[in-house]
Nanobody, 119 residues
Framework: QVQLVESGGGLVQSGESLRLSCAASTTIYSDNAMAWYRQAPGSQRELVAS???????NYADSVKGRFTISKDNAKNQVYLQMNGLKPEDTAVYYC?????????????WGQGTQVTVSS
């Protein structure tokens, strides 16, 4: 069982930056994908960015060029650097880890961290 704890959220003004961190409680299985999702009030949870165990990344069109996902395997952490924040980026951001084991995939979620961008 992997527990995920996010940190780094807060209140910023439009154009500013934040860096989110997600720490896993234990070593993540070698075949995995780590991601950040977000959910704004009244909206569905959406994928923001993901990174595979091979370090391939994927971004939502709305954040391309502004957000960067990275990870530190030795620390079992994943990060989301958010630059040029906009009011529409306001949401609760969730860390997600998937472990692709032989017979099934295990999915874990953090508790979420609030990001609020004022105009």
């Amino acid at each position: 069982q992997v527990q995920l704890v996010e940190s780094g959220g807060g209140l910023v003004q439009s154009g500013e930056s934040l860096r989110l961190s997600c720490a896993a409680s234990t070593t993540i299985y070698s075949d995995n994908a780590m991601a950040w999702y977000r959910q704004a009030p009244g909206s569905q949870r959406e994928l923001v960015a993901s990174i595979t165990s091979g370090s391939a990344t994927n971004y939502a069109d709305s954040v391309k060029g502004r957000f960067t996902i990275s990870k530190d395997n030795a620390k079992n952490q994943v990060y989301l650097q958010m630059n040029g924040l906009k009011p529409e980026d306001t949401a609760v951001y969730y860390c997600n880890v998937k472990e692709f084991r032989i017979f099934r995939t295990y999915t874990y979620w953090g508790q979420g961290t609030q990001v609020t961008v004022s105009s």
